[in-house]
C-alpha cells in the first residue's frame, strides 16, 4: 500500500484510521517519507514491511512505534533514498522493469535494498545503479477536490503522486470536496490520474488532517506534538489509538473530537490564488 506521496501535504490520515479500525495486517507500506501515519500504521499492527527513505513524525524527528517494531525485529525494511522510490514508482508508471540513478552508487543502500542493483552501461560503459520498479497493490492519495469518477485536482507540492497512481494496481481517492465534472474539465491540466485508474472516491473533510491540505487547512502542529508524547511507550500509543481511533466511527466524530475551535484556527486566514489559464480556441 502507497500512501503519503505528496511528501508533508495531503497524506490520507482518515484513509489510513480506517484501515487501523478495521483491523488490517500484512501490509507493505510505500511512500517517500511517510510522516506519523506509518508510525501509527505500524503501532496498530497493520504492517509487516516499509519500503521507504524515512519514517518518523516529521516535525519531532522520531517515530516511536517504528522504532520498537525494527528493533524486535517484527518490521521488515527496505531502504531507500527520496530519489531511489520515487524512480523505482517511475519506472511501474512507465511501465519498464527498472530505471538508472547514479546517486546511490557512493552509498550503503546496496547492503539493505536487494532492489538495487551496480550495473555498466552499454552506451557509455558508466557505472550506475538499477532501481526495480515498484507497483503498489492500492495507493491512497487525500486531494483538495475530485468528481464522483475520480478525475481528481490537486495542488501545492504533489511529490510522486502523480507517478504513484500510475504505477499501481488500484487507486483509492479521498476528497475534501466532491464536485461536477464540468469543475473539473475546466482545468485539465490539474487532474492528478486518469480517472479509469481510480477504484474508488471517498468525501471525508479534513481526511488529511493534520497534515496541510493547501487551500483549505493548515498543519496541526499540536498534534504532531501530541502525538509524540503519547507514543513513547505502547500503554502510551494503545491510549492514543483508543481515543483518536477506535472509539471515532465518522468524520464528524473527528471534527467534534478536535473542536470546532482548534478547526477554526486551522483554517486559511490568507488565500493566494493563482493566475487563472485561458484554454479558449
Not at 518518523?56 to 517484527?74: A, D, K, L, M, Q
Not at 477536490?145 to 504513484?164: F, I, K, P
Not at 476528497?175 to 492528478?192: G, H, M, Y
Not at 498543519?219 to 502525538?227: E, L, N, T, V
Request: aromatic share 8%; charged share 20%; with cysteine.
Amino acid at each position: 500500500m502507497a500512501a503519503g506521496l505528496g511528501l508533508e501535504a495531503l497524506i490520507p490520515f482518515a484513509a489510513g484510521h480506517e484501515i487501523m479500525r478495521q483491523g488490517k495486517s500484512g501490509l507493505t507500506l510505500i511512500g517517500p517519507i511517510s510522516d506519523m501515519l506509518f508510525d501509527q500504521l505500524i503501532g496498530a499492527g497493520c504492517a509487516r514491511g516499509v519500503r521507504a527513505a524515512w519514517v518518523g513524525n516529521v516535525i519531532t524527528g522520531t517515530g516511536y512505534n517504528f522504532r520498537r517494531w525494527v528493533e524486535s525485529g517484527r518490521l521488515h525494511i527496505e531502504d531507500h533514498s527520496n530519489l531511489t522510490l520515487a524512480m523505482a514508482l517511475k519506472a511501474a508508471a512507465l511501465g519498464v522493469p527498472f530505471l538508472p540513478v547514479r546517486s546511490t552508487l557512493g552509498s550503503d543502500l546496496f547492503t539493505t535494498n536487494a532492489a538495487l542493483k551496480r550495473f555498466t552501461c552499454p552506451f557509455s560503459g558508466d557505472a550506475l545503479a538499477a532501481v526495480a520498479a515498484i507497483h503498489p497493490d492500492v495507493v491512497i492519495i487525500h486531494v483538495q477536490r475530485t468528481d464522483e469518477y475520480g478525475n481528481a485536482h490537486s495542488w501545492g507540492n504533489l511529490g510522486v503522486t502523480r507517478d504513484g497512481c500510475l504505477a499501481g494496481r488500484q487507486v483509492i481517492i479521498t476528497a475534501e470536496q466532491i464536485v461536477s465534472t464540468d469543475l473539473i474539465t475546466s482545468d485539465p491540466n490539474r487532474v492528478v490520474t486518469p480517472n479509469f485508474r481510480v477504484s474508488a472516491v471517498v468525501h471525508a473533510p479534513w481526511g488529511g488532517h493534520p497534515s496541510p491540505v493547501p487551500g483549505c487547512y493548515n498543519r496541526d502542529h499540536r498534534a504532531f506534538i501530541d502525538y509524540r508524547d503519547q507514543s513513547k511507550t505502547v500503554t502510551a500509543f494503545e491510549g492514543w489509538l483508543q481515543r483518536w481511533v477506535m472509539e471515532v466511527r465518522t468524520l464528524e466524530d473527528y471534527q467534534n473530537l478536535l473542536g470546532r475551535d482548534r478547526i477554526e484556527g486551522l483554517r486559511l486566514k490568507k488565500h493566494l490564488y493563482s493566475e487563472p489559464v485561458d484554454y479558449g480556441y
